[in-house]
């Protein structure tokens, strides 16, 4: 059976606007999903994971790791410190996707 | 779907045996692990399953779990054991299918499989292969650090009767 191909294809196919409001959606249900009863009644795209949503890092690695299995996208162990908001990490994976700045190094790649 | 959530504070390693004698369809550790076993539990062994009589006593009442997926370091690991943990489950009857790093994991990447585990059984995996298929993170250090040992077609699904002697495992929570 083929693994299931990424929801999120549409982010590099449809205009910029739709793409980037079906990515946030989508990071935002993660988000959601992580902890729902941790998350105060009001917050934006903005707020940050840990100061404002109370997100701890546990939290974080799950959200990540639901992000990946969202994307598809691969974001090594020493980018999740730059994932800090919704708008971060739309902004990451448009990047991720786009190509415009390359993942890391993970631990794991020879120096080059 | 039926889920049973036995953490090392509610039950005793005896108890664990006793579970996964039970004939579910999958048990999911997720803590720590080396080449001889689980750490969780005050240590479970290979040898447990027949100290405590549950593959050897009673066998009429015991069945092989479809699946056990360890995911935490080192369960499939040979590293001086001769044969590890997640070898000597299938081939002592405890399960089809074990599931188990061979070397120390990141807590990143277990949490990668476990939530695609979920997320694939969520989505109605119905064979261990199928589940970790579509559960493969795309890490390439998690999926390197791990091996499926016995039958990937074995059913992850619980009957009535599992589900029943499940219910009946003794608990401390």
């Known amino acids: 059976m083929a693994r299931k191909e990424s929801p999120l294809t549409s982010i590099t196919t449809a205009p910029a606007d739709q793409a980037d409001a079906e990515l946030r959606a989508a990071i935002r249900r993660e988000v959601q999903a992580i902890r729902r009863e941790k998350l105060p009644l009001v917050w934006n795209d903005e707020s940050a994971y840990q100061k404002d949503l109370g997100l701890d890092s546990l939290d974080l690695v799950e959200m990540v790791a639901r992000l990946e299995q969202v994307t598809g996208l691969f974001v090594p162990d020493e980018d999740i410190a730059r994932l800090t908001s919704i708008t971060a990490t739309a902004e990451y994976v448009r990047a991720r996707r786009l190509g415009s700045t390359g993942p890391a190094r993970t631990r794991d790649e020879p120096n080059p | 779907m039926s889920a049973f959530r036995w953490t090392g504070d509610a039950i005793t390693r005896e108890g664990m045996v006793d579970a996964i004698g039970c004939g579910l369809g999958l048990g999911l550790y997720v803590g720590h692990g080396r080449p001889v076993g689980w750490v969780g539990y005050h240590g479970l062994r290979a040898h447990h399953f027949h ?118 495992v003794r608990t401390y929570a």
Not at chain 2, 65 to 91: D, F, N
Not at chain 2, 155 to 160: A, H, L, Q, R, V
């Open chain 2, 51 to 168: 100290a405590t009589g549950a593959t050897k006593v009673h066998p009429s009442a015991c069945e092989p779990m479809g699946a056990i997926l360890s995911v935490c370091c080192r369960t499939a690991s040979r590293k001086r054991v001769g044969l590890s943990y997640a070898e000597s489950l299938p081939l002592m009857g405890v399960t089809a299918a074990s599931f188990g790093a061979v070397c120390e994991t990141l807590h990143t990447d277990n949490t990668r499989w476990a939530v695609g585990i979920c997320d694939a059984l969520a989505e109605g995996a119905s064979t261990v292969g199928e589940l970790l298929v579509r559960a493969a993170p795309t890490s390439p250090s998690a999926l390197r650090s791990y091996r499926l040992i016995g039958d990937p077609l074995a059913p992850i699904g619980s009957n009535e009767r599992s589900l029943r002697r499940a219910r009946r």
